[in-house]
T-cell receptor
Framework: EAGVTQFPSHSVIEKGQTVTLRCDPISGHDNLYWYRRVMGKEIKFLLHFVKESKQDESGMPNNRFLAERTGGTYSTLKVQPAELEDSGVYFC??????????????FGPGTRLTVT | GENVEQHPSTLSVQEGDSAVIKCTYSDSASNYFPWYKQELGKGPQLIIDIRSNVGEKKDQRIAVTLNKTAKHFSLHITETQPEDSAVYFCAASMTGRWSGAGSYQLTFGKGTKLSVIP
């Protein structure tokens, strides 16, 4: 079974530019989460999709961040315009929607975003 | 919201010795506590978890204990090996809540860098 995949693995952009990160969850996982780790800080929750619906977006920092999951499969996270403080590692995770297992989140390798 | 504190931030042990990492949480409603291992260049990997209705869980050389009253939980690694070297994260969440904020979001500790010296 393939794990969670993320693309790109690393992105370097200038302040003010736009970047789109992609996440492909484990096949069949209805739950998809985005997290990020800013340098030296803990991993922080951004939002949670159940299929194509946003279940919880309480962690999204501001309206420069837009997450989508059209069709309930892969998800994208767009940052527009990017600011210096957006630099960090963005992780995607997924979990099945199966009783007793839906809390087990499996993480992708992350996308390292550097805004200069 | 939930707050998770993790100690120590770095830990060095001799190969074969035991390692213990401790976490405390603030929200008594949290009921699910996973531990993740992150190796260089990879994402966090779920290694063991425990629910609040269980006090201890063991999987080979890894064990997790939970004290609900004191709101703390610990990861124990016995007979450490060089391949155990990694950053370990504890986390907490409230399972079973689907409405609004705080659904299944994980609140993480800051991580512990474990080095196992051969």
């Amino acid at each position: 079974e393939a794990g969670v995949t993320q693309f790109p693995s690393h992105s370097v952009i200038e302040k003010g530019q736009t970047v789109t990160l992609r996440c492909d969850p484990i096949s069949g996982h209805d739950n998809l989460y985005w997290y990020r780790r800013v340098m030296g800080k803990e991993i922080k929750f951004l939002l949670h999709f159940v299929k194509e619906s946003k279940q919880d977006e309480s962690g999204m920092p501001n309206n420069r961040f837009l997450a989508e999951r059209t069709g309930g499969t892969y998800s994208t996270l767009k940052v527009q315009p990017a600011e210096l403080e957006d630099s960090g590692v963005y992780f995607c995770a997924s979990s099945p929607r199966r009783s007793g297992k839906d809390h087990e989140q499996y993480f992708g390798p992350g996308t390292r975003l550097t805004v200069t | 919201g939930e707050n998770v504190e993790q100690h120590p931030s770095t830990l060095s042990v001799q190969e074969g010795d035991s390692a213990v990492i401790k976490c405390t949480y603030s929200d008594s409603a949290s009921n699910y506590f996973p531990w993740y291992k992150q190796e260089l260049g990879k994402g966090p990997q779920l290694i063991i978890d425990i629910r609040s209705n269980v006090g201890e869980k063991k999987d080979q050389r890894i064990a997790v204990t939970l004290n609900k009253t004191a709101k703390h939980f610990s990861l124990h690694i016995t007979e450490t090996q060089p391949e155990d070297s990694a950053v370990y994260f504890c986390a907490a969440s409230m399972t079973g809540r689907w409405s609004g904020a705080g659904s299944y979001q994980l609140t993480f500790g800051k991580g512990t860098k474990l080095s196992v010296i051969p």
